[in-house]
T-cell receptor, first 113, second 114 residues
């Protein structure tokens, strides 16, 4: 049972480059979300989706785009990377529109230089 | 503003000892409160979820309590093991129009030593 799979695990980008963080889940969960984790701060919500074709902004959406074409996949795109986006990114999925347990991926550690 | 505060920030205990971690929250409208364990370099893993009406919930050596009146929760770890070394994150869920959202505490970093 794979659960939530994130790729890559590590990434280094130069300022201004773009990239996509991949997230896939095999639990048929309708709700998926992206968070960033920074030192001394709790995880913060970037974007979320309540189902295929439906996305919405979270607490810190600027500089990121998402799409949800299938139930399984929820990629996060960095349009023009900035050093402030250096962080650890977690994708999560849960059933029941987030009202119950969230399952997290292993994380992607991104460094922007 | 929705907030979750945890204490202590960090804690070192000897293997076999018990410990209690604290969580205070100001989140509305409250849906449920969760405790997660996050090992270094890994994603958070759920330990317990408690709704408004639940006062206590256990998961093996982990016991969480919730006082919805005072908006406080605690996580008690019994007979600690080296594998308990991790960050423990208190998370409160609140409802919005389309879905529930989560407010995360900054975590308590626990180190269990010999």
């Amino acid at each position: 049972n794979a659960g939530v799979t994130q790729t890559p695990k590590f990434q280094v980008l130069k300022t201004g480059q773009s990239m996509t963080l991949q997230c896939a889940q095999d639990m048929n969960h309708e709700y998926m979300s992206w968070y960033r984790q920074d030192p001394g701060m709790g995880l913060r919500l970037i974007h979320y989706s309540v189902g295929a074709g439906i996305t919405d902004q979270g607490e810190v959406p600027n500089g990121y785009n998402v799409s949800r074409s299938t139930t399984e996949d929820f990629p996060l795109r960095l349009l023009s990377a900035a050093p402030s986006q250096t962080s650890v990114y977690f994708c999560a999925s849960s059933p029941d529109r987030g009202r119950t347990e969230a399952f997290f991926g292993q994380g992607t550690r991104l460094t922007v230089v | 503003k929705n907030q979750v505060e945890q204490s202590p920030q960090s804690l070192i205990i000897l293997e076999g000892k018990n410990c209690t971690l604290q969580c205070n929250y100001t989140v509305s409208p409250f849906s449920n409160l969760r405790w997660y364990k996050q090992d270094t370099g890994r994603g958070p893993v759920s330990l317990t979820i408690m709704t408004f009406s639940e006062n206590t919930k256990s998961n093996g050596r982990y016991t969480a309590t919730l006082d919805a009146d005072t908006k406080q929760s605690s996580l008690h770890i019994t007979a600690s093991q080296l594998s308990d070394s991790a960050s423990y994150i208190c998370v409160v869920s609140f409802r919005t129009g389309t879905a529930s959202k989560l407010t995360f505490g900054t975590g308590t970093r626990l180190q269990v030593t010999l």
